[in-house]
């Protein structure tokens, strides 16, 4: 039973650790793609989608909303743009322009559904 637990506990921190690899590789990918959207090295993009993360937490716990950019809509939209911004403001070597974080919210979105981080 407590094999049970702890390999649970494992795969749970596993699967989180994998979905930041992921979000960190996608905001490269996104760096290079999209004018006005500049993360500037791997420890940064990690460190950018835990902040991006734990801001879309925070929407979703303060305005009760899914900040995702096909989450709710544009107002979905607009909130995952806001957030891709205000990283900039919280992670040294992320630089955001307004365009940036909006054709960022968009392909970020993209890149979200055609990339499965659920695996464990």
Not at 74 to 80: N, Q, T
Not at 90 to 113: K, M, N, P, Q, T
Request: glycine share 8%; no cysteine; proline share 2%.
């Amino acid at each position: 039973m407590a094999r049970e637990i702890r390999r649970e506990e494992n795969a749970g921190i596993l699967s989180t650790l994998l979905k930041f690899v992921v979000n960190a590789v996608v905001l490269l990918a996104v760096s290079f793609l999209v004018p006005g959207f500049v993360v500037v090295g791997f420890w940064t993009a990690f460190l950018a989608s835990i902040v991006i993360t734990l801001l879309d937490y925070l929407a979703g716990a303060v305005f009760k909303i899914d900040a995702s950019p096909f989450g709710r809509g544009l107002s979905g939209f607009i909130i995952a743009a806001i957030i891709v911004y205000l990283t900039q403001f919280f992670v040294a070597g992320v630089s955001v322009s307004i365009f940036g974080a909006l054709i960022a919210a968009v392909v970020i979105g993209l890149f979200d559904a055609l990339i499965p981080t659920d695996v464990f």
